[in-house]
């Protein structure tokens, strides 16, 4: 029988000097830093779990005051133009990432 192993953190009950501001609510996070003249987004997703998407007309959105920006599929690059470009240290298939970013001709699942 091999002798008994020592982990330094495994099984131990390290100090969290964070933990207490996290769990009573004080700790800052990122969603809560804000710049003045910050600017915001806002995600609509679909409410349909699958169907054609036949038009998307953003005047609306863009009529609401303090609206700066609408954008759909259409707005960014298609798939094919962006193959072979780099996820970050892991391969990943960059076709399929920007399917599931924004939906272009149809929905693929809710919340698309």
């Known amino acids: ?18 933990g207490v501001d996290k769990v009573t609510g004080r700790a800052n996070f990122g969603a809560d830093h804000s710049e003045p003249g910050m600017i915001y987004g806002k995600v609509l997703r679909s409410p349909i779990a699958h169907g054609r998407i036949q038009s998307i007309d953003l005047a609306p959105a863009l009529q609401i005051p303090g609206v700066l920006a609408a954008m759909c ?11 072979g470009m780099s996820s970050g ?24």
């Open 73 to 83: 599929g259409d707005d960014f690059p298609d798939a094919d133009a962006i193959q």
């Open 1 to 18: 029988m091999s002798a008994k192993t020592t982990y330094k953190w495994i099984g131990s009950s390290p100090v969290r000097p964070d």
């Open 89 to 112: 240290e892991s391969p990943a298939d960059m076709r399929d990432i920007a399917r599931n970013v924004m939906a272009r001709d149809k929905v693929l699942y809710h919340g698309h």
